[in-house]
């Protein structure tokens, strides 16, 4: 994200001197993407960054996959995922319950009340939808407060913790690539700028605005890393707290888009789903669908048409609202459904005709579209209702 932000205490030219008010030096970290060819932020330690005094095996929640077979469109339940009270004593970072994933992206659920350790990953940034709930998220850039309909985004190796308001639970939709996760390269002018033609602004983006320091020893990090044989995890200990950065400045950093920012582009017949595109990784993307005036042709027909998806997988997870195209097939706030590639979808019988003369659709609903097939994570197989792939043979509504 090519968007010059300084925060803090950094000296007049990077890669000289920048001293404490004892005299002694700050350390320097570049924090930077592919090498030191693309975007990358300057952070100004009080203490070496490379210090580690443990490190140990740390067990992931169960990352395992199972192959959609034989091919089904699933409706899958989040909410069901976690009954009861159980929040109270869970975090956004060890709670996550896996919902789908491939090479490229995994898609994991969590409620949680708790805060979470400090948190690194080390595979790819993470973009975290929140379907309800608010608090900070604690970086070592700064702190970034958090509210509903907020996407938080993370960029890879940024150590954090998440903190939640007390007494509310937080409803997360935890987006993990293999990649790193950017704005849609047809929105950016050469220079990085978003154009106008973007359906969001660099003033719709909010980052730290001041550091946070912290105090303490042996500071217990988890973090997610490549292994010999796919996803791993270690627990360093650090001999002082990581979040000890006077100042920083660059193009990377943690920032926070919330959904009601984004503006709606709209036509007089349907628009293809990519107008609705908010971010992109590598062979995925994510879109946005809001509340929004819909096809004012005189002979439009609002809903989607039928399609077929020849290249991807689509993932929608419903937020709220209304979502016309999906009535009639148990859908509601909470739910996933997941569209293979090799099958044609489209709305539920009857929603077609039933969307002829309307003027608006009240809904929000988050999509990733993969061009590699999704699997199922534990937590997809234990949330699909199983019915869902038979419902467009209904005749009754």
């Known amino acids: 994200m090519a968007y010059y932000r300084s925060v803090g205490n950094v000296p007049p030219k990077r890669h000289t001197q920048h001293r404490k008010p004892d005299g002694g030096l700050y350390y320097e970290e570049l924090m930077g993407e592919e090498g030191f060819s693309s975007d990358s932020s300057l952070l100004y330690h009080r203490n070496i960054p490379s210090a580690i005094a443990d490190a140990q095996v740390w067990e992931l929640p169960d990352q395992s996959l199972t192959a959609n077979h034989p091919l089904t469109p699933r409706h899958l339940k989040l909410h069901e995922l976690f009954p009861g009270q159980e929040w109270k004593a869970a975090d956004v970072v060890t709670g996550r319950r896996l919902v789908l994933g491939n090479a490229d992206v995994r898609i994991s659920y969590v409620v949680a009340g708790e805060p979470s350790p400090l948190y690194r990953n080390a595979i790819g940034d993470e973009c975290v939808y929140i379907e309800s709930g608010s608090g900070s998220v604690e970086t070592v850039f700064g702190v970034l407060p958090f509210r509903q309909g907020d996407h938080v985004m993370l960029p890879r190796a940024t150590t954090h913790r998440w903190v939640p308001e007390p007494d509310q639970p937080v409803r997360a939709y935890v987006i993990e690539a293999n990649s790193h996760i950017t704005p849609p390269k047809r929105y950016l002018s050469r220079f990085g700028q978003l154009l106008e033609h973007a359906p969001y602004s660099e003033r719709d983006l909010h980052g730290p605005t001041e550091p946070m320091l912290a105090d303490g020893t042996d500071a217990e990090v988890l973090v997610k890393h ?47 789903p990519p107008v609705h595109q908010v971010f992109e990784g590598y062979n995925f993307v994510i879109c946005n669908f809001v509340p929004r005036k819909v096809d004012y042709h005189p002979l439009s027909i609002p809903v989607p048409y039928y399609h077929s998806n020849v290249d991807s997988d689509e993932v929608m997870f419903y937020c709220g609202g209304d979502y016309e195209a999906r009535k009639g097939s148990g859908i509601g706030p909470g739910s996933i459904s997941l569209h293979p590639g090799g099958w044609a979808h489209g709305p539920q019988p009857g929603a077609y005709e039933r969307s002829i003369g309307v003027e608006y ?37």
């Open 226 to 272: 490549r292994g010999p044989r796919g996803l791993a995890g270690t627990r360093f200990v650090y001999p002082q707290h990581p979040f000890d950065v006077v100042g920083w400045d660059g193009c990377l950093y943690p920032y926070t888009f919330n959904i009601a920012d984004f503006e709606p582009i709209t036509g007089r017949v349907h628009q293809p």
């Open 361 to 397: 659709f009240d809904e929000l609903a988050v999509m990733v579209d993969t061009f590699r097939p999704l699997e199922l994570g534990e937590a997809g197989q234990a949330s699909d209702d199983g019915v869902y792939a038979w419902s467009w043979n209904r005749t009754d509504r």
